[in-house]
């Protein structure tokens, strides 16, 4: 019974993990890894060898942290201010909740632009700014995507 809750548990964050990668309120790659920490509880660590582990172990701390300097890299090489980058974060959460599944890009786009003419940039040099902050969340989503799919690529061949 444990062992079955446990594979079911670890599917379901297989699937969130997944949507992390493009929801901004869950984090994604950590989700999957998680559901592989309950496989292998489940199974035995010995489903994937030590190597593998730490290897998946780093490939999320990785996505993590490149969650956030992707962004704000790709802010500044494209001249964004804090007001450009807090607006691309708004932007991307009102946008998530407002027009789905399109609204998370657009959102922390028109967010950037927003932010960046309240900040008294004009209108170029916001487009600007907005297409760096763009550029650095959607390198990191596809990124997140990546390892994501990798883990649950590892999670259902460990099943088969």
């Not at 902050?133 to 649950?152: D, H």
Request: with cysteine.
């Amino acid at each position: 019974m444990l062992h079955t809750l446990l594979i079911v548990a670890g599917a379901i964050l297989q699937l969130l993990g997944l949507a992390g990668c493009i929801l901004p309120v869950l984090a994604g790659p950590p989700l999957n890894f998680f559901g592989l920490v309950l496989l292998g509880l489940a199974e035995g660590w010995d489903i994937f060898s030590p190597t593998l582990w730490l290897i998946l172990t780093a490939v999320t701390v990785l996505t993590l942290v490149l969650d956030y300097v992707l962004p704000i890299s790709g802010a500044r090489k494209y001249g964004s201010t804090k007001w450009g980058t807090w607006g691309a974060v708004l932007g991307m959460v009102l946008g998530v909740f407002l027009f789905p599944p399109f609204g998370l890009i657009l959102g922390a786009f028109s967010g950037a632009i927003i932010g960046e003419l309240l900040a008294g940039k004009k209108n170029r040099e916001a487009i600007r700014a907005g297409w760096g902050i763009f550029v650095g969340y959607f390198i990191s989503m596809l990124l997140k995507l990546v390892a994501s799919g990798l883990m649950t690529f590892f999670f259902v061949k460990a099943l088969v």
